[in-house]
């Protein structure tokens, strides 16, 4: 079906960077949404960033200004450039997409996680 591949993950101090990588392949016949969610110990997953096939992006409110999502040069892949990163950053982070897969319709899909740890 859709096989997600995520990369970037890593440790960082507070206030440095991180950018993280994902490419969906497979019978992908239109992708309307990709997108990055991310868990932490003890919390639900939420939403960190999307961006649609309009390129309309979203953002959680904790983020906005200092993570920006973008397209890929590649078909079917995004960016996530995380930017003053903070320790309640820190979490598992996972790829996100929303396709229309040739003979199995529009569903969910998502990478393994890439851990993200923002310490000193």
């Known amino acids: 079906q859709v096989q997600i591949v995520e990369s970037g993950g890593g440790l960082v101090q507070p206030g440095g960077s991180l950018r993280l990588s994902c490419a969906a392949s497979g019978s992908i016949f239109t992708m309307y949404n990709m997108g990055w969610y991310r868990q932490a110990p003890g919390k639900q997953r939420e939403l960190v960033a999307i961006i649609n096939d309009y390129d309309e992006t979203k953002y959680v409110d904790s983020v906005k200004g200092r993570f920006t999502i973008s397209e890929g040069d590649a078909k079917n892949s995004v960016f996530l450039q995380m930017n003053m990163l903070r320790p309640e950053d820190t979490a598992v982070y996972y790829c996100?997409?929303?396709?229309?897969?040739?003979?199995?319709?529009?569903?969910?899909?998502w990478g393994r996680g890439t851990q993200v740890t923002v310490s000193i």
């Open positions: 996100y997409a929303d396709a229309w897969v040739i003979e199995h319709g529009r569903g969910d899909y």
